[in-house]
């Protein structure tokens, strides 16, 4: 039985999806509330991922199979190598059948030899090089597109608008080693209310701040004058402010 790389999958990819640095931040668990599912949601597609890889380690039917998967709201993407069709149809009926939540199955498994090591460390290192892509740019947020790289092949899931989607392309396009981008996104016709909303809430804020250091700069200032005045008269500059 062939487990060696499926555990390093394994954990791997729990490692890379809890704790990713970038130059711009540290995110210990990637924060749902900028996310565009629900914290339910969220906790539920994490829980699905998880479950579904240790299967895929415990299930001697999958000794000589490679799978990933990646879930967002009631869609599952499976990537990855099986050994033959009716392995891949066994995949997707399991599935089915112990997870009835999962409406739509993305399958882009493929039929052959299953990965290396090596080749699975190329696609994690590609993956976290389009994590921290995502990071150097404004027009989408990186908590908004899900990535999972299969023999340097990107596929990109999540809820996005047209010019989300193409800003997360241009990212990705910067990636070493990528030879193909795959979007199976949900294209928005505009940009959610309530993040309209918490973006202009989150500006007034700048706004008001940015007022509010404008003054005390302005009141220290008058202080300092006031002093220069006073020492300029002979006066004890003890007067307390």
Same mark, same amino acid.
């Given at each position: 039985m062939?487990?060696?790389?499926?555990?390093?999958?394994l954990?791997?990819?729990?490692?890379?999806?809890?704790?990713?640095?970038?130059?711009?931040?540290? *995110?210990? $668990?990637?924060n $749902?509330s900028?996310?565009?599912?629900?914290?339910g949601? +969220?906790?539920?597609?994490?829980?699905? %991922? @998880?479950?579904?890889?240790?299967?895929? #380690?415990?299930?001697e039917?999958?000794?000589?199979s490679?799978?990933?998967f990646?879930?967002?709201?009631?869609?599952?993407?499976? *990537?990855?190598?099986?050994?033959?069709p009716?392995?891949?149809? +066994?995949? =997707?009926?399991?599935? %089915?059948?112990? +997870?009835?939540q999962?409406?739509? @199955?993305?399958d882009?498994?493929?039929?052959?030899?299953?990965?290396?090591?090596?080749?699975?460390?190329?696609?994690?290192?590609?993956t976290?090089?389009?994590?921290?892509?995502?990071?150097? %740019?404004?027009?989408v947020?990186?908590?908004? *597109?899900?990535?999972?790289?299969?023999?340097?092949?990107? +596929?990109?899931?999540?809820n996005?608008?047209?010019?989300?989607?193409?800003?997360? #392309?241009k990212?990705?396009?910067?990636a070493?080693?990528? =030879?193909?981008?795959?979007?199976h996104?949900?294209?928005?016709?505009?940009?959610?209310?309530?993040?309209?909303?918490?973006q202009? $809430? =989150?500006?007034?804020?700048?706004k008001?701040?940015?007022?509010?250091?404008?003054?005390?700069?302005?009141?220290?200032?008058?202080?300092?004058e006031?002093?220069?005045?006073?020492?300029e008269?002979?006066?004890?500059?003890?007067?307390?402010?």
């Amino acid at each position: 039985m062939n487990r060696y790389p499926a555990i390093i999958l394994l954990l791997s990819t729990l490692f890379l999806n809890s704790c990713i640095t970038t130059p711009a931040t540290t *995110v210990t $668990a990637i924060n $749902a509330s900028n996310d565009r599912r629900t914290g339910g949601e +969220y906790i539920d597609n994490r829980t699905l %991922q @998880i479950r579904l890889l240790a299967w895929t #380690v415990e299930d001697e039917k999958l000794d000589d199979s490679n799978l990933s998967f990646l879930s967002f709201q009631k869609k599952l993407l499976i *990537v990855g190598q099986v050994d033959s069709p009716e392995t891949q149809s +066994y995949v =997707k009926e399991y599935i %089915q059948r112990k +997870y009835p939540q999962v409406v739509q @199955i993305i399958d882009e498994m493929t039929i052959g030899k299953t990965a290396s090591i090596l080749e699975k460390a190329k696609d994690i290192a590609i993956t976290s090089q389009v994590e921290i892509l995502l990071f150097d %740019q404004e027009v989408v947020k990186p908590t908004h *597109v899900n990535v999972i790289t299969e023999q340097s092949t990107v +596929y990109l899931l999540g809820n996005v608008t047209t010019r989300e989607s193409d800003a997360a #392309v241009k990212q990705v396009k910067k990636a070493k080693g990528v =030879k193909q981008i795959i979007k199976h996104f949900k294209i928005l016709q505009e940009i959610p209310q309530n993040e309209i909303d918490a973006q202009k $809430a =989150k500006e007034e804020k700048e706004k008001a701040d940015q007022i509010r250091a404008e003054k005390l700069k302005e009141i220290e200032q008058k202080k300092e004058e006031l002093k220069r005045q006073l020492r300029e008269l002979g006066q004890p500059e003890g007067t307390p402010f």
